[in-house]
């Protein structure tokens, strides 16, 4: 019977640990339900980890045209990483700055990029601003199929300045809309 136990503990061990993320999802326009990007040079995809069920990419839309997209990597817990975009009148496919200080959603004024690192309350957190800016190109915006698709990239500062800024490149989503 100890036998059993150690050997269903290992099994949930191993299936827990980390994968190792070396390469992005491919820049599709069909709903794939995809996102990755490099932060600070690193792949980063979101992941899930044994025994956490929440979603790890989900894709809003409002009526007056707000678009959220979160993407979580659990992988590492217990501390868990979320990367957010948050644009502002995403009416078409068009390219959306990220350059104004904001708050996060749902109290947003304007587009932004956001990441945190947290164990439960954020470990620090990250945002484009005036200083830390870059932008989002919505390449596919198709509400009737409820697909949304494109990439970005930015620059993003500490919310406190506790810690160095972070630079997102070689960002890319393709998902479909809640």
């Known amino acids: 019977m100890k036998n059993i136990f150690i050997l269903l503990y290992s099994v949930l061990l191993l299936s827990s640990?980390?994968?190792s993320v070396d390469a992005l999802p491919d820049a599709t326009q069909t709903g794939a339900n995809t996102f990755g990007l490099k932060l600070n040079g690193e792949f980063w995809v979101p992941q899930k980890f044994a025994g956490i069920n929440s979603p790890v990419l989900e894709a809003f839309y409002s009526?007056?045209?707000d678009l959220r997209i979160t993407a979580?990597?659990?992988?590492s817990e217990?501390?868990?990483t979320e990367f957010e975009i948050f644009v502002k009148n995403a009416g078409a496919a068009a390219v959306y700055e990220l350059n104004q200080n904001t708050?996060?959603?749902p109290n947003a004024s304007s587009s932004y990029g956001y990441?945190?690192?947290?164990?439960?309350?954020?470990l620090?957190?990250?945002i484009t601003n005036s200083q830390y800016k870059g932008n989002v190109t919505i390449t596919k915006l198709d509400l009737t199929n409820r697909i949304v698709s494109g990439t970005f990239q930015f620059n993003a500062g500490s919310m406190d300045s506790s810690a160095a800024p972070i630079t997102v490149t070689d960002g890319r989503f393709d998902?479909?809309?809640q």
């Not at 979580?72 to 992988?75: L, M, V």
């Not at 990441?115 to 954020?122: A, D, E, L, S, T």
């Open 17 to 19: 640990c980390k994968k």
């Open 63 to 65: 009526g007056t045209g």
């Open 72 to 75: 979580n990597n659990f992988a």
């Open 78 to 80: 217990p501390t868990e």
């Open 103 to 105: 708050e996060v959603y």
């Open 115 to 122: 990441y945190v690192k947290r164990k439960i309350n954020p």
């Open 124 to 126: 620090n957190e990250w």
């Open 175 to 177: 998902v479909k809309l």
